[in-house]
């Protein structure tokens, strides 16, 4: 795909020269803009892959300052253009931390290695501040860990007594009447539920060692909605598969996926208190979208759900974040669900909007 470059220029003549330039060179131009305004305006609709920024232009908002708001706000690439080197205009554009600046007129070679240098230094800084986020959450989950497991087992004793007690009443007041009965088998729901909760922390903090072996996922699924036949017609869920034809093998822990699965088809089951469908798509990755494309099966688990709000959208995989607490979520199934899948070598992402429905998708290496 032709990366796509929005022109900010204000000569209408350079603008049309720059676009000839670009499709030349094998770069789309998204669009054009006169003044930083309209840049801004066109950059949040159009989001392209890099924005070229005259410095000066007509109107209040100079190319700087658009140039500012481009970058802070939606992390798009700038690079400025200019007919001459203004100290201190140049002093200005710098705190903007462009990533680069080319004199009109230039050449396409001139053109071409600014451009791709930029490209790539954005791609690089995007993927350094993953690696960084992803070892500062990583370290987090090590020390929430920890902190679990102790808090687990200071638990799990009281609780043991709790539902021993309560077990105690039940059998010797048997002849009450309802009331206390049910105060008890609250008491009693209360603790299971606090037990479940233990347990989560305890398969949270200490994650089994791997026992994989030699599995095709389209098996696995089926086996994992085996789980589900008898209650899908109840609450009138359509569960629909598209399954790759072609042969392929995943070198993974059984259990442990097929908790991935149940874990992610439950999310789906509860989005849809009302009935929907649930869409599973196994294949193989296109080669456009990766350049281990031969080696990477995807797993898909679609919903037509309620979905989920940006917001709540960004911490999805925190631990005891949870979006079901009318439902009695414990906020640690999909944090569990993802460390499972990066065990694999894999990687989880979810996608959604409110009112459109929620995509699960996985994605493994092939054995």
């Known amino acids: 795909m032709k990366k796509q470059i929005l022109i900010v220029e204000d000569e209408r003549v350079s603008a049309e020269d720059i676009k000839m330039s670009l499709q030349r060179l094998g770069y789309s131009a998204s669009g054009m803009a006169v003044s930083g305004e309209e840049a801004i305006?066109?950059?949040?609709e159009m989001r392209p892959d890099l924005v070229l920024m005259d410095i000066v232009l007509?109107?209040?908002m100079d190319g700087i300052e658009a140039a500012s708001a481009i970058s802070s706000r939606l992390d798009i690439p700038v690079v400025y253009l200019t007919a001459y080197a203004d100290k201190k205009m140049l002093e200005r554009a710098k705190v903007t931390e462009p990533f680069g600046y080319i004199l009109k007129p230039f050449e396409d070679k001139e053109l071409r290695s600014i451009l791709e240098i930029a490209l790539y230094k954005?791609?690089?800084e995007r993927k350094l501040k993953k690696t960084q986020q992803e070892l500062?959450?990583?370290e987090k989950l090590a020390a929430l860990g920890r902190f679990s497991s102790g808090i687990a087992h200071e638990i799990k004793n009281p609780l043991g007594i709790i539902l021993g007690g309560s077990e105690f009443l039940e059998m010797k007041l048997s002849k009450v009447d309802s009331e206390v009965k049910t105060a008890i088998n609250?008491?009693?729901e209360s603790t299971f539920r606090a037990n479940t909760i233990v347990q989560d922390l305890l398969k949270f903090s200490r994650p089994s060692a791997l026992k994989t072996e030699r599995i095709n996922p389209n098996d696995l699924i089926r086996e994992t909605?085996?789980?589900f036949k008898y209650r899908i017609p109840l609450i009138e869920i359509k569960i629909k598969t598209h399954f790759a034809r072609e042969k392929m093998y995943l070198e993974v822990d059984k259990?442990?996926?097929?908790?991935?699965?149940?874990n992610l088809l439950m999310n789906a089951i509860e989005a849809m208190p009302k009935g929907?469908?649930?869409?599973?798509k196994t294949y193989k990755m296109a080669p456009s979208e990766s350049s281990l494309a031969d080696k990477l099966c995807v797993i898909e688990v679609a919903d037509t759900g309620e979905g989920i709000s940006p917001k709540d959208l960004q911490r999805i995989f925190e631990p005891f974040f949870t979006t079901k607490r009318e439902r009695k979520g414990t906020g640690l199934g999909l944090s569990m669900t993802k460390m499972i899948v990066n065990s694999h070598k894999g990687d989880l992402a979810i996608e959604s909007k409110p009112g459109k429905g929620t995509t699960a998708k996985i994605v493994l290496p092939f054995h």
Do not use: D, P, Y
């Open 276 to 280: 929907g469908a649930i869409t599973i």
């Open 225 to 227: 909605l085996s789980l």
């Open 255 to 262: 259990n442990q996926m097929q908790q991935v699965f149940f």
């Open 122 to 124: 954005h791609r690089m």
């Open 136 to 138: 500062i959450q990583s």
């Open 41 to 44: 305006r066109k950059a949040e």
């Open 58 to 60: 007509k109107g209040e």
């Open 186 to 188: 609250k008491i009693k």
